[in-house]
């Protein structure tokens, strides 16, 4: 009996340095390997997450607006960013009050700089926001109705679907998907008739266009200055597009794009296979080129902005003799970007 024991000790003690040692080089590699990585990896974004809340949008861009004259700008940008490190990203948080604080300390003469100094994550939810945010508000000049058209600052994108058209939609962005793989759903939907003509958000190039098993006819359009990657899926059976749009053609915001359908969810072309028709609506964030088509692709949630998107709408009117839908109104983007 003792002897066993006095075995088992051994045995033990002996598993137990084994054990440490075998720990202890793979600590060391892994820190060297840590090393050699960080040397060589890029420096860019890449995790985010969109979560400002459609109040928090609302009210700070209208302030962005009212103060763009202004000697304090108060862009909504900044403003979002300064709540978001405030917050750690939960706006849940969110008053308008902490706005109203903000802009008082910005026009009784503190700096942007002063404020922000002992927020750890203030660039980095500036650098996310403007990604998202950053050609949203601008110069443009639109015809109106029975009025000439002026120049303005305010919403120079637009929502995806045409004005007078109904649609509903609910927060469901990361909710499980099942067709192929189970994975999260990494868009918008927007519920909608068939037909429904869909409208370019932004301006953009089309860089993507044709049948995708999961998204069926679907368009991939790159923001001008390639921070966004906007997906517009399961576009109409027979005729997904509008006529003049194709691969590397140039779109303008508010544009007419194509039509809402229900194809998806086949490996071969033009089927219906998804229940109700929608649309869906993904946008994706694009800090280098390398996370374009990766395993890592930063797409985010749509849900405030596409509400936010109500407040410009593309009026469209539709060709008799093509059946074809176009934009109604001359639209001129007189300014780009915003940081
Ligand atoms: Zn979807």
Redesign the pocket.
């Known amino acids: 009996m003792i002897i066993f024991n006095f075995r088992k000790k051994n045995i033990l003690i002996f598993l137990i340095a084994v054990f440490s040692t075998v720990i202890l080089i793979l600590t060391v590699l892994s820190k060297n390997n840590h090393k050699v990585g960080a040397q060589k990896e890029k420096k860019f974004i890449k995790y985010a997450e969109f979560t400002p809340t459609f109040e928090a949008l609302e009210y700070t861009m209208n302030i962005d607006i009212k103060t763009h004259e202004n000697k304090n700008h108060i862009s909504w940008i900044d403003t979002l960013a300064y709540l978001s490190s405030r917050y750690g990203g939960d706006f849940e948080k969110y008053r308008n009050s902490h706005v109203e604080d903000f802009v008082k300390r910005i026009n009784d003469g503190e700096k942007i700089e002063d404020l922000t100094k002992n927020l750890k994550f203030f660039f980095y939810y500036k650098e996310v926001y403007s990604a998202v945010l950053g050609n949203f508000l601008g110069e443009y000049r639109i015809e109106k109705p029975e009025k000439e058209a002026k120049q303005e600052y305010g919403l120079k994108v637009f929502s995806p679907i045409a004005k007078t058209f109904p649609f509903c939609h609910y927060p469901?962005f990361g909710a499980l998907?099942k067709y192929g793989y189970s994975r999260p759903?990494l868009?918008?939907?927007l519920m909608c008739a068939v037909g429904t003509p869909v409208i370019s958000v932004e301006s953009g190039t089309v860089e993507a266009m044709g049948w995708n098993r999961y998204g069926g006819w679907r368009l991939g359009i790159r923001s001008d200055d390639k921070k966004r990657y906007y997906y517009y899926?399961?576009l109409r059976q027979n005729r997904p597009y509008h006529s003049e749009i194709s691969e590397g053609s140039k779109v303008q915001a508010g544009d007419v794009i194509g039509y809402v359908g229900r194809t998806g969810y086949s490996t071969k072309e033009n089927m219906n296979n998804i229940s109700q028709s929608?649309l869906?609506l993904?946008m994706e964030l694009i800090f280098d080129e390398s996370q374009k088509d990766s395993n890592n692709e930063i797409w985010i949630d749509l849900y405030s902005i596409t509400k936010l998107l109500q407040k410009n709408k593309s009026a469209v009117r539709r060709e008799n003799s093509t059946k074809e839908f176009f934009k109604n109104y001359k639209f001129e983007e007189l300014s780009t970007g915003q940081s």
Do not use: E, K, V
Request: proline letters at 0%.
């Open positions: 469901d998907r759903h868009g918008h939907d899926a399961h929608h869906h993904g």
